[in-house]
């Protein structure tokens, strides 16, 4: 009995001290954000703030941003895109920081016509300056079901997952010169807008507003991050994501995904790198 007793009060303080640093937050869309535009295009649908819907319309789209900023993190939501026709239509999940030289990290869903896919096209901004874009057709339907995107960030690197897969890796390579995101607290933003000048076919595909309002839900949003205020960031460096690494399985993901899915890479494009792939290619 006292053996006994004694293993379940070690693992009760191993329990205790490992949650004291493996900190995953439920949040809710009620307490943690604020739909900051769309003039009620924006709706949290349920009691406990766990489900929220944007619209957009010929006159507005809509959008939410949450009431911290945070400097370095795990942050999550579970989306299920505009359905049919949505040409002209973007649906974004980023973090970004204030002021023109901002440092952002993207998700965003660039809408097509009916029978044609999404296009997931995802970008890193270092001190105002983006051009690092990656973009990829989805193994799946997105307007059906709900889908998991996360963005894990950390003093060496950016991931970029769905459903727990790994898609991207953007490394610190301050080493050679290219800036990374560590000193700018950054907020996280989610909307749904309009821009048929650009976002489908580079434009040729126009906005169908017959079909308005288009309408995009998040839930599940989860935040585990370095909270910054007072001029401060404040977590624990042992969260697992802090030090977090690709290993075997998840390089090898990567690369699954980029083959098959991306349809679209900066680092391989000759016309607007004609003297050769930025240093972070390499």
Same mark, same amino acid.
Request: hydrophobic share 35%; net charge positive.
């Given at each position: 009995?006292?053996?006994?007793?004694?293993?379940?009060?070690?693992?009760? %303080?191993?329990?205790?001290?490992?949650?004291?640093?493996?900190?995953?937050?439920?949040?809710?869309?009620?307490?943690?954000?604020? %739909?900051?535009?769309?003039?009620?295009?924006?709706? %949290?649908? +349920?009691?406990?703030?766990?489900?929220?819907?944007?619209?957009?319309?010929?006159?507005?789209?809509?959008?939410?941003?949450?009431?911290?900023?945070?400097?370095?993190? &795990?942050?999550?939501?579970?989306?299920?895109?505009?359905?049919?026709?949505?040409?002209?239509?973007?649906? $974004?999940?980023?973090?970004?920081?204030?002021?023109?030289?901002?440092?952002?990290?993207?998700?965003?869903?660039?809408?097509?016509?009916?029978?044609?896919?999404?296009?997931?096209?995802?970008?890193?901004?270092?001190?105002?300056?983006? +051009?690092?874009?990656?973009?990829?057709?989805?193994?799946?339907?997105? $307007?059906?079901?709900?889908?998991?995107?996360?963005?894990?960030?950390?003093?060496?690197?950016?991931?970029?997952?769905?459903?727990?897969?790994?898609?991207?890796?953007?490394?610190?390579?301050?080493?050679?010169?290219?800036?990374?995101?560590?000193?700018?607290?950054?907020?996280?933003?989610?909307?749904?807008?309009?821009?048929?000048?650009?976002?489908?076919?580079?434009?040729?595909? &126009?906005? +169908?507003?017959?079909?308005?309002?288009? $309408?995009?839900?998040?839930?599940?949003?989860?935040?585990?991050?370095?909270?910054?205020?007072?001029?401060?960031?404040?977590?624990?460096?042992?969260?697992?994501?802090?030090?977090?690494?690709?290993?075997?399985?998840?390089?090898?993901?990567?690369?699954?995904?980029?083959?098959?899915?991306?349809?679209?890479?900066?680092? $391989? +494009?000759? &016309?607007?790198?004609?003297?050769?792939?930025?240093?972070?290619?390499?």
């Amino acid at each position: 009995m006292v053996s006994f007793c004694g293993r379940r009060f070690a693992f009760l %303080i191993i329990f205790l001290f490992a949650a004291q640093y493996e900190r995953v937050y439920a949040g809710s869309f009620h307490k943690d954000v604020q %739909i900051h535009w769309g003039d009620g295009r924006g709706k %949290i649908l +349920d009691n406990v703030g766990n489900l929220l819907s944007l619209s957009l319309d010929k006159f507005s789209g809509s959008g939410f941003q949450s009431h911290q900023e945070f400097l370095y993190g &795990k942050v999550e939501v579970q989306m299920k895109l505009v359905p049919g026709n949505s040409a002209g239509t973007v649906t $974004t999940f980023y973090l970004k920081s204030p002021g023109t030289m901002w440092d952002e990290i993207d998700f965003e869903f660039l809408g097509n016509i009916s029978g044609h896919p999404y296009t997931l096209n995802t970008n890193v901004y270092t001190k105002g300056t983006g +051009d690092k874009e990656q973009q990829f057709h989805l193994w799946f339907e997105p $307007t059906v079901h709900f889908h998991t995107y996360c963005i894990i960030w950390n003093p060496q690197r950016v991931i970029f997952t769905i459903d727990g897969i790994p898609i991207r890796e953007f490394k610190n390579s301050e080493s050679v010169g290219v800036p990374f995101l560590k000193h700018q607290p950054m907020r996280l933003y989610a909307s749904l807008w309009e821009a048929e000048h650009w976002a489908t076919r580079g434009g040729l595909e &126009k906005t +169908d507003w017959s079909k308005a309002p288009f $309408t995009a839900f998040y839930r599940n949003y989860n935040v585990d991050a370095c909270v910054w205020a007072n001029g401060k960031s404040s977590c624990s460096a042992h969260s697992s994501w802090f030090t977090q690494v690709l290993d075997f399985k998840g390089k090898n993901r990567v690369k699954w995904a980029q083959r098959k899915y991306m349809v679209y890479n900066y680092c $391989t +494009d000759k &016309k607007r790198f004609p003297q050769g792939a930025p240093p972070e290619c390499n």
